[in-house]
């Protein structure tokens, strides 16, 4: 992707709209135990955001906050309004996984705090996102605290709204364009075979499903 370099900045409109936010972040979260291992992550990073009297407040059954699905929309609309940032933490590490973690954040005007094993910079705008995989636990807590403090500097995160939108497609679409693709001939220019299928599709899977050094 060619993303857009000289982003323009956001509207007073929206400005407005972020002062809202009071709380540090939110993760809604279903798995508990995960062969990413980020519970241990966030696990370190509350207790790296103490000092700066902020913190992750854990959504379903693996925190202490109550957000039902069914009422899905007030979720995300108190992610909104409340939260500077939004964890889109993976539960696996592979190449090409990402989930709808990343629009819950993109489209709740959060900024995602993303951890997982692809390359972001194919599918975020630079400068809207912070990765996980780039910090330990303490200095991300002190990121966000600087951010936190800096209105103008959280401003800078959302600057790719001014240029781009992210939209769920629905599931039949997706469903129909992959059997559309899978049945295209013109698509096939090589055959190609893997024997070693899981090293070609997820590089380093071996240190990324041991590495548990995070709150270890």
């Given amino acids: 992707m060619d993303w857009v370099k000289d982003m323009k900045e956001i509207d007073d409109t929206l400005k407005e709209k972020l002062k809202s936010k009071k709380k540090a972040a ?7 135990i995960t062969r990413s291992k980020r519970e241990n992550y966030v696990k370190s990073l509350q207790k790296a955001l103490q000092p ?3 913190t992750v407040d854990i959504y379903g059954r693996c925190g202490t906050f109550i957000c039902h699905w069914y009422e899905k929309d007030k979720c ?3 992610v909104s309004s409340v939260y500077y940032f939004y964890l889109s933490f993976e539960n696996s590490f592979a190449e090409d996984y990402v989930t709808e973690k990343l629009l819950t954040a993109l489209n709740n005007d959060a900024v995602p ?5 692809s390359n972001y910079t194919r599918f975020l705008p630079p400068g809207s996102y912070i990765d996980a995989r780039l ?23 959302f600057r790719w709204r001014n240029h781009y939108k992210y939209s769920e497609p629905e599931q039949k ?3 129909c364009n992959l059997c559309s693709a899978l049945n295209d001939e013109n698509m096939v220019t090589m055959e ?3 024997p070693h299928f899981r090293s070609w599709w997820n590089p380093g ?7 548990d050094s995070w709150g270890s």
């Fill in 26 to 32: 939110a993760w809604f979260v279903s798995h508990c």
């Fill in 76 to 78: 995300w609309a108190r």
């Fill in 205 to 211: 899977w071996e240190e990324r499903c041991q590495d």
């Fill in 192 to 194: 190609s075979t893997y």
């Fill in 173 to 175: 679409e997706d469903v």
């Fill in 135 to 157: 910090h330990e636990p303490e200095s991300l807590a002190r990121v966000m605290a600087d951010i936190i403090a800096n209105p103008s500097k959280y401003h800078e995160f």
């Fill in 52 to 54: 700066y009297e902020l």
């Fill in 113 to 117: 705090i993303v951890l997982g094993g």
